[in-house]
């Protein structure tokens, strides 16, 4: 039910920039906490928000700088005749402060994609998107969950 959950989280970017330069591969992992809101649940329609928090995993992020993010997402999912679609917003905040944030879209039998929409300090102008998968979740409890996601992709800086 929260394949959605914020999933949108991790991935890649994009937002306009100046001259971009050589693509650099990323990918990595978050795990964080899913906290849902339903509007409509019943056997032919599901409509529910998502809020997440979550970090990017020491050990498992290239580039080294998305490390210990954190990530923030909200975003909304709906579940028709057993397909689900999603989309969220999310911002990684690094240690050093600077920003990403990107748009992840969930349809059925597609992977998810992953966007980058706009980045401040270090990201600025970043560029790119990817994929992402769940890995992991845990049963939901009272609108809440656990989960961890996977991604990558491609992004591009502009050249200073």
Request: hydrophobic share 35%.
């Given at each position: 039910?929260?394949?959605?959950?914020?999933?949108?989280?991790?991935?890649?970017?994009?937002?306009?920039?100046?001259?971009?330069?050589?693509g650099?591969?990323?990918s990595?992992?978050?795990?964080?906490?899913?906290?849902?809101?339903?509007l409509?649940?019943?056997?032919?329609?599901?409509?529910?928000?998502?809020?997440?928090?979550?970090?990017?995993?020491?050990?498992?992020?290239?580039?080294?700088?998305?490390?210990?993010s954190?990530?923030?997402?909200?975003?909304?999912?709906?579940?028709?005749?057993?397909?689900?679609?999603?989309?969220?917003?999310?911002?990684?905040?690094?240690?050093?402060?600077?920003t990403?944030?990107?748009?992840?879209?969930?349809?059925?039998?597609?992977p998810?994609?992953?966007?980058?929409?706009?980045?401040?300090?270090?990201?600025?102008?970043?560029?790119?998107?990817?994929?992402?998968?769940?890995?992991?979740?845990?049963?939901?409890?009272?609108?809440?969950?656990?989960?961890?996601?996977?991604?990558?992709?491609?992004?591009?800086?502009?050249?200073?």
């Amino acid at each position: 039910m929260h394949k959605l959950a914020c999933a949108a989280a991790v991935a890649a970017m994009a937002s306009a920039g100046a001259v971009a330069a050589a693509g650099t591969d990323y990918s990595g992992q978050w795990c964080g906490h899913v906290k849902s809101e339903m509007l409509v649940a019943g056997p032919e329609l599901t409509v529910f928000s998502a809020e997440t928090w979550a970090i990017e995993t020491p050990g498992a992020s290239t580039p080294k700088e998305m490390e210990n993010s954190a990530v923030h997402c909200v975003g909304y999912v709906r579940i028709m005749h057993g397909k689900q679609w999603s989309t969220t917003a999310c911002q990684f905040t690094d240690p050093g402060g600077d920003t990403f944030t990107g748009e992840a879209v969930n349809e059925p039998d597609k992977p998810g994609t992953w966007t980058f929409l706009h980045g401040t300090g270090k990201w600025k102008g970043i560029q790119g998107g990817g994929h992402y998968e769940t890995v992991s979740r845990s049963k939901p409890v009272q609108g809440s969950s656990a989960m961890c996601l996977k991604h990558s992709g491609s992004f591009t800086l502009p050249t200073q």
